[in-house]
């Protein structure tokens, strides 16, 4: 891991791991910087700390939802990667209901059409 960024804590690994756990066939890798949840060769999720010494989430969203996510400010942002992809800053206001939604919504997005009709809203 580089000096710059710092590797991503056990307790917000767990975090994730507990509302990835419940999306059908979803594992979880090593990334070029950080951890990141995929279904088959999709990524869903991938958590990373910052040059800045923050960490980030980021995942995928429909169209509308990016745009809307990017106008809220702190703690979103679009991310610079990727189609429709949404970012979030993990602080000490993070709603982890919301996160566990927002992944879910991810999944959906990126899962195949069976599986993603595993899992209910």
Same mark, same amino acid.
């Given at each position: 891991?580089?000096?710059?960024?710092?590797?991503?804590?056990?307790?917000?690994?767990?975090?994730?791991?507990? &509302?990835?756990? +419940?999306?059908?066939?979803? /594992? +979880?890798?090593?990334?070029?910087?950080?951890? +990141?949840? +995929?279904? %088959? !060769?999709?990524?869903?999720?991938?958590?990373?700390?910052?040059?800045?010494?923050?960490?980030? &989430?980021?995942?995928?969203?429909? *169209?509308?939802?990016?745009?809307?996510?990017?106008? @809220?400010?702190? *703690? /979103?942002?679009? !991310?610079?990667?990727?189609?429709?992809?949404? %970012?979030?800053?993990?602080?000490?206001?993070?709603?982890?209901?919301?996160?566990?939604? @927002?992944?879910?919504?991810? /999944?959906? &997005?990126?899962? *195949? !059409?069976?599986?993603? !009709?595993?899992?209910? *809203?």
């Amino acid at each position: 891991m580089s000096k710059d960024r710092p590797d991503v804590p056990a307790e917000l690994l767990e975090r994730l791991e507990a &509302i990835m756990a +419940r999306l059908p066939e979803t /594992y +979880r890798e090593g990334a070029w910087v950080g951890k +990141r949840w +995929r279904v %088959g !060769a999709s990524t869903v999720a991938h958590v990373f700390g910052g040059e800045d010494q923050q960490f980030r &989430i980021v995942f995928h969203g429909e *169209p509308d939802e990016v745009a809307a996510f990017e106008n @809220l400010g702190h *703690p /979103y942002f679009r !991310a610079g990667w990727g189609a429709n992809v949404i %970012g979030l800053v993990v602080d000490e206001q993070t709603d982890w209901g919301e996160v566990a939604e @927002l992944l879910t919504d991810s /999944y959906r &997005i990126q899962a *195949p !059409a069976t599986l993603a !009709a595993q899992v209910t *809203p």
